[in-house]
């Protein structure tokens, strides 16, 4: 094995900080729009693009070397830190949010398509800076990643050293690494062009319409209003119910849907366990409403379902407080934390295909008590799952599980009551926004202790990237020769 070459993975974060730089022009017409100030903007477009050009003049000569696997995960996870403290820029730049920290926290909670705020008041920014804020959501979620694809192979990267990394792009569709982004890149613009207009249909403007589909395509949760979703109609909970739900689906279904190969659809097992799974607990939620409040069926019906979709897909949108839930209804909320949609999707969390996984191994183990001397083997949509690949996903799930034990200690150690810590870590590490306790559904983590905050970007980041290509970096063969 070769040792990492630190001017590939320079080259790679100049080629993302150049794409960051772009984006912020994006939010220029909203400046104009709305006659706000387009300085932040422009000063953090300046920034970044400054840095992006020193280091591509200092690691230029490595533009035409092949990538390894290693540069390739130091790549992914450093990239993933420049964009949010770049992000942070037209916070301070404007005023809006003036710590480093918050600011930081706030950026970082958008690209890693968390949700979780440090904001107050969120109605009073300016619109420009709410749009860049929904606007992270949207790259975050897959846009910097499929770009990056589009443009990172003249440099030699494979599909294989990024697809591994990034839970968006876990199954390849085609064996160019290209193709895969311009693929996945047609279902993310067909959802978001659909939502928007249909949003637009109802009582949202167009600003709002915007800001919002990028939160729900994103799997993100960013409102431009205070209270979230909650406000709005019927109509619009409905259509952003809706998408939700199809952006916890895996960007690959669609890709086999328009090929109208609808075998491997129908053979899809993830599928149909997060169909299954969203309509079972969503059933629960609305008996639970109905039974415990005075609530009509239709709106026990839509309470119900927008809140597990929410959660399950880790969008964070909320359509009421569910603290004022019976209780049985928050210990739902609760467990759902941990659930995350397809592996294929935007979305965060453990996701179905491990709990599926996960539930395949204890019916082994039962049938294996009853039968001791019959040999059973866990299939998934139709294939045999290798050893290696069931040990992993178990791993993985163990591992997640004592991240979480171990952040809501540390939290708990820094002053915060262990309902509000657990909760806190669990959205953080799950990417899902709200929780319990004191950051509940109309709260804030404006109130948590600085050290808490970084300790919620860490497992942010680390939760977005899949936990394992975070670790692998303070692994010991990974820097072994």
Sequence with gaps: MKLINPLVIVYILSTILFLEAVSFLFCLPAAIIYNESADPFLWSALVTVSASVIFYLISKKAAKRTITNREGFMSVSLGWIILSLAGSLPYIFSGTIPSFINAFFESTSGFTT?????????????????????????????????????ILPSIGMTANQLLPLESSLKEKIHPKTKAVGIRLLYAYLGLTIIEIILLNLGEMDLFESICHTFGTVATGGFSVKNDSISGYSAYSQYIIMIFMFLSGVSFVVYYYIVKLNFRKVKHNDELWFYFGTTLFFGAIATSILLTNTSMSPENAFREGFFQVISIITTTGYVSVDYLTWPTAGLILIFMLLFAGASTGSTTGGIKM?????????????????????????????NKPLTDRMNVSIISFVILFLVIFLAGTVVIVMLGTDP?????????SLGNTGPGLGSIGPMYNYSHMPGMSKVIFIFLMIIGRLEIYTIFILFSKSFWKL
């Design 114 to 150: 968390t949700g979780s705020s440090i904001l107050n008041d969120v109605e009073s920014l300016p619109r420009s800076i709410l749009f860049w804020r929904s606007f992270t959501h949207w790259i975050g979620g897959l846009g910097i990643i499929v770009l990056v694809i589009i």
């Design 419 to 427: 309902v509000t810590a657990a909760s806190a870590v669990g959205t």
């Design 353 to 381: 295909v491990r709990h599926l996984v996960i539930l395949k191994n204890i019916q082994n183990a039962f049938r294996k008590l009853v039968h001791p001397n019959i040999i059973t083997q866990i299939k998934l949509n």
